[in-house]
């Protein structure tokens, strides 16, 4: 892009083509003052207040609606401009209620800033104030002062250019304009809560925070979003160590400044009642554990945790270390994760994991970061939903795609809020995923000229075979194609076909491939990184590639593939597995399973759960330790971009910080590493993990920094396989971002946004069997059996169900086996 | 007096195609159709036409801003007639559709132009009918659609109703309320010309304007120019009304003296009162006072008797009125019609109406009235249209040319009165 | 909400309208001023199904339809009386003319007769300015008004 100088206010500055004035004045340090101009919105050229002179035009000129030109002169001080400032402001102020005394916006004020500096000394205003509806709710969380609104509508143009759902509009004319939704509807959406950060005013206003703080007492810490595998990041404002409300904290890599409602408002969780505070022994299990000692009730944490993990140090040594396992958490930082592992490794297992799905580190080709989106002329999005599962995400996409011209592909076994946008929608049917992928791999190898047969049978799929022709057409013809796909969402070993899929892409001379691996867990990717596996090391290292793991991490280190979680589970059950250690993780609730689930971890001599919350977990498990979590905790994770940011404390929990416990485990244990500070644990990674050579926290700094490449061996998927239903259905568990879980619980600020369960169903499959819009069936499947309101909307292809997961009350992974096998379930109408 | 426009504008059915071709309707095409675009471009510009909407603009120059080679483009005819004091267009509409139509197929073809929508202001419902009918013979004749008259130039017109909005008169919020949005103006540059409708090159041209056309296309673009001053050439609309004997649409030859559409062709002053002030063009241009009424109408002579000629209205008013009572009703209208956009004229508008209307209660201070003129400053030239501007206008020319009448609501107010 | 469905004849329209633009939206007015002229009246029923039509959110349809003054959120009468005050009519007496107007419909303005006939609203210039003063009543203007005039037409509408 070619480059224009400029001067302004005497000061000479070269800028890109097409930015605009008030933008080019911030690289000099001058500022203009604004309202309506938005960097990320765009200019809108409502409210006037950065009128500046430029030379050879007559009038004063809007700086943020202007573009820069060569050699343009523009003044901002100066006679001229001054009174035009002071005017405007004397109009905007005309009807401005007086009410900054009890105004949540005061003392971070845009209007009161720029009075400050830029104001009338006083007022002509000699009438009554137009008076308006003062605190009415937009929405059960945004309050809106319609006095205090200036109508300079970035909240509107939000609406309409990034948020793009258009709810929230102008309505009326001129001096009876306002800021509405249609017919007083609620705002109500995955992202409302971004107008009060960017409202200039005081008029829409966070409901939760109102009259709680004034700004100036609050302590911002500058932290990250838990709530999924984006990272967006927060501040964390605080007061009397009480969390009194997050805002986005914009990082352009990230989220681009601006963070979903569910980061705002969830991360309530932090005052929650079923906080575990205390490490404590619950009386399940057998009542006379074999290998168990007294446990000392009211016990310090910390000597809590020294005794559990020297009873699994006997365990293993009395049933061999096959005996113990270790389900990690998505959710964890990357020191508590990376500690862990080596904990266990340290005991002689790889029966590591913390997840239901098959997936395994590193990535075949580039891992893009999330605004190479962007840059990408093709977005293919495979088995991925984001605005459910990563919602900023979704308004990255809606931003490519609206704005710099990116094309959408979808892949995808149901209908998404994103195919709207979508250039080409492909639908494969529930569980042929392997077929569909393969299908599209096959597709660009004969385009190659590479006769490649992964045996896909796309008739199993109901793609069409013209579509898949598109498809194979789009993906070629890209210049750039940034892959995004989601493991968690794939059956069997599709993900591993998707590794191999980026291979063959990646083979087209012409085209420049990457790929988001974009799991909706907090950390999923540092989970991975850091070896939450039972067949790698952190950094991707294979446990065949013993050479390295010995160098690395020592002449014991065990070298055997461990079990992953659904072995695991199913080794409780059949007795083999006596003890396991579950961190952060509920598997009741969020693996396959169900009443089988519960069954295996009863059948466990011992189950340690160290969590933050109470779940249906803790409640079996015969030990249960605190968990410090978001919000008390700090270190960094990795998000679906590769990036690694830091997490920062922001509350004292009053329980000791996970890598500090599991670091006083290890010594026990006899490592003699030292982790005085959690950098210090950052700096083991740094020494032990590939892709994470360089890190350290100054270089993590505020805006985080991608990891090296973690490069992982060819993937080999295994065979296919039919698969056939008799007249049964299959289940798709869809995700709802505003599930009623253990983050969201009875008392969460987004309670009107639960759910009860719906079933999706195809046309033809209601019609078979004989059910319409608002029937309830009951859906049953391993031995589990579930009622949900059926919606007839074709989201997915016939033969299928989609059920999503508004609750862990639900129940619905239930209906999967324990194995992870193919759901079949079976309607029938309530 | 030449009438170009208005020949035959009382011709019993000349709305319907058979009188409009017999008077020698539609003649134009073939002679256009037999030259090239870009010369039918060149004959407008020599002409000397200017936009006869209110702005002013060089006609075929603006025709010639077109982004090149970007096509479709589109012709919008601004049919939204709304300035107080003009109803120039509404006539020609209701009696002479097929000149419009005319006038748009020249446009089209020398613009390179396929599609046409007339705007018309939502009031004009019955007008939009008696266009459509028009469209329709046009269509019959051959004069519309594909491969128009074997010259393989294709062209459809249609016409669009604004629903009650004075600022759709501005032409980027009348593409903004053509594409079905809130008749905002839009920010310029880009301009209509490299992107107007749908975002693509549009022309936007008045009504008048186009009736214009098929006259230099037929006749010359020298007779045309021979017509008017040296640099307002041409004919004009003018619609006479207020305190006159004999209201009406004229057609003048440009730098005509104005005390002759006032008192030649509209009759002269009501009542035989005596003349106080007009408004030359329109609500939106500042008002002058009767020791101006020999000023030639036209675009030179009235910027330099420090107004405009806007669209052609000309509003007369005499003395039986204290002229604040006219200003605070062009303020209203004002404020009734500012879309709310931007803060100056928003608040602005209201703010004025406040404080005349406060003068008028005689409860006001003899400062409201430089007041009133500073509040004026700072909403001149600081918006995103001219509607401010336009607002601004007569409350500084009343103030400029007829403070006394202001005065006059301050004599009688008892010593403390003032709120 | 119920839903709102368009006659079949208004479908027709709908088409007709539809074909003369290149993007839907464009028919968002027309589609407005069908549904006000045959109910009288634009309800968020009716926002809702135009939003479907045009695939536009119905805050969207409210946005638009709000700007503009000739849709109305309230049913108003059989015959709209649009009564100019701008400055030409009000140099030649309309607001005398127009508050007879309202005495003799027995509302003031900007109101609705108990019989749902008339509705009399104030308006600003409807480009007639040299038939000051004018009123337009639905489609048709009335100009170089009287006291009689007005009275005549008035009496003439059934």
Redesign the interface.
Known sequence: MSEVTLTIDGKSVTVPKGTKVVDAAKQVDVDIPVFCYHEKIGPLGCCRMCLVEVEKMPKLMTACTMDVAPDMVVKTVGDKVEKAQKGVLEFTLLNHPLDCPVCDKGGECPLQDNTFKYGPPDTRMEFHRANNVKAAPLSPVITIDRERCIACQRCTAYSERIEQNRELVMLNRGFHNEVNTFNNQPYDNRFSGNVIDICPVGALTNTDFRFKARTWDLTNHDTLCANCGVNCNITFGTRLNELMRIEARPNDAVDDGWICDKGRWGHQFVDSKNRITAARENSVGKTEPTSFPNFPIDAPTEEAAEKVVEVFKRIAEEHGPESIGFIGSPYATNEESFLYQKLFRLLGTNNIDHKPYQETPGLPVNHYDIDAIESSNIVLLIASDPTEELPILDLRIKKAVTRCGTKLLSLNDQTTALDKYAGLTVKYKIGSEASAIDALAEGLARELGESIDFSSDLAQTGIPADEMKSLVEAVRSSMKICVVYNPAALSGDSALRVKRLLSVISKIPTVECGAIPAAPATNAVGAMDMGLLPDFYPGGVPVSDSEKIKELWGEEAPTKAGLTTLEMLAKAKSGELKALWVHRSNPVVDFPGGDQVVEALKNLDLLVVHDMLETETTQLAKIVLPSSGPGFDEGTTTNIGGRIQARRKALDSGVPADWKLISIMLKKLGDETEYSRVAKVLNDIAKRVPGYQEINARLVGKLGINREQVTVENASPGNLEGANGNGKLKLRVASYLFAHDKILDASSKLAHHFKSSSAFLNESDAGSLGVANGDRVRISGNGVELDAEVNVDNRCAAGGIVVPKVSDEQGVNGLVNLDGSPAWVEIKKV | MTQILFKDINKEGLRTMKVYEELGGYQSLKKAFAQKPEEIVEAVKASGLRGRGGAGFPTGLKWSFLAKDVFPRYLCCNADESEPGTCKDRELLLKNPHLLIEGMILCSYACRIETGYIYMRGEFHDLSFIMDKALDEARAKGYLGKNILGSGFDLDIYTHLGAGAYICGEESALLNSLEGGRGEPRMKPPFPAVEGLYSKPTVINNVETLCVVPYIVNEGAESYAALGTEKSKGTKLVSVSGHVKKPGNYEIELGTPTSELIYNLAGGIQNDNKLKAFIPGGSSVPMLPASKVDTPYDYESLAEAGTMLGSGALIVIDDSINIVEATLRLISFYMHESCGKCTPCREGTRWLHQIVERIMQQKGKLEYITRLEDICDNMSFKTFCPLADACVAPVVSSIKHFRADYEEYFKNIPAGAAS | ?SEYTFTADQEKEIERILA?Y?????????L??LVQRADQVVS?EA??AIGKK?D?????????M??????HTEKVGKYMI?FC????C???GCDRLLEHTAKKLNIKVGETTSDEKFTLHRE?????????PMM?VN???YGNLTEQRIDQILDSLD
């Open positions: 909400m003369k290149p993007v839907k939206t464009s028919a968002l007015l027309p407005l001023t968020p926002m809702v045009l536009v959110s119905p805050a969207y349809v409210q946005s638009v709000s700007f503009y003054t000739m849709y649009l005050i701008n400055i030409s009000q140099l030649n600003e210039c409807l480009a007639a300015c040299t038939e000051a337009r489609d048709t203007y």
